[in-house]
T-cell receptor, first 115, second 113 residues
Framework: NAGVTQTPKFRVLKTGQSMTLLCAQD?????MYWYRQDPGMGLRLIHYSVGEGTTAKGEVPDGYNVSRLKKQNFLLGLESAAPSQTSVYFCASSPHGRGRAQPQHFGDGTRLSIL | GESVGLHLPTLSVQEGDNSIINCAYS??????FIWYKQESGKGPQFIIDIRSNMDKRQGQRVTVLLNKTVKHLSLQIAATQPGDSAVYFCAENTVAAGNKLTFGGGTRVLVKP
């Protein structure tokens, strides 16, 4: 049971380059999320999706785009990477709440450095 | 904006003792409060949650207490073990808004043998 899988695990980019981070979940969850975690800090929500074909902005969306073309995949794109985007990126998924909180299941992160 | 924060950045505890991790929150409208554990190099792992209309909930070796009067949340770990060494985050959940989480800054727990 893989759960939430993120690829790649590590990446180094130069300023101005673009890349896409892939998140895949095999739990048939409706909701998916992208967070970033900076050193010594908690996670901050970048974008999220409540279903296939839908996306919404989180707390820190600037500089990122997302797509949810398939229910099991959630892509995070950096069109023109900046040093301020150096961080660890976590993807998570959860079932629909149905009126109560549902635990989010996290991947193990992508460590991204922008030089 | 609304935020969730923590009082203590690092907590050292002797193996076998109880641990208490504290968290202050500011958004009274949150539906649930949740504790996550994050081990080095891993993503956060759900520990326990508590609904906003409750004041205590117990799990296996863990207890979460919620004091809405002073907007305070705590996680108690009984008989702390070496495997409990990690960073612990509190988070608040808004069910209607896509089950979103707002995380606090984290407390590192170090278990001494």
């Amino acid at each position: 049971n893989a759960g939430v899988t993120q690829t790649p695990k590590f990446r180094v980019l130069k300023t101005g380059q673009s890349m896409t981070l892939l998140c895949a979940q095999d739990m048939n969850h409706e909701y998916m999320y992208w967070y970033r975690q900076d050193p010594g800090m908690g996670l901050r929500l970048i974008h999220y999706s409540v279903g296939e074909g839908t996306t919404a902005k989180g707390e820190v969306p600037d500089g990122y785009n997302v797509s949810r073309l398939k229910k099991q995949n959630f892509l995070l794109g950096l069109e023109s990477a900046a040093p301020s985007q150096t961080s660890v990126y976590f993807c998570a998924s959860s079932p629909h709440g149905r009126g109560r909180a549902q635990p989010q299941h996290f991947g193990d992160g992508t460590r991204l450095s922008i030089l | 904006g609304e935020s969730v924060g923590l009082h203590l950045p690092t907590l050292s505890v002797q193996e076998g003792d109880n641990s208490i991790i504290n968290c202050a929150y500011s958004n009274s409208a949150s539906d649930y409060f949740i504790w996550y554990k994050q081990e080095s190099g891993k993503g956060p792992q759900f520990i326990i949650d508590i609904r906003s209309n409750m004041d205590k909930r117990q799990g296996q070796r863990v207890t979460v207490l919620l004091n809405k009067t002073v907007k305070h949340l705590s996680l108690q770990i009984a008989a702390t073990q070496p495997g409990d060494s990690a960073v612990y985050f509190c988070a608040e959940n808004t069910v209607a808004a896509g089950n979103k989480l707002t995380f606090g800054g984290g407390t590192r727990v170090l278990v001494k043998p």
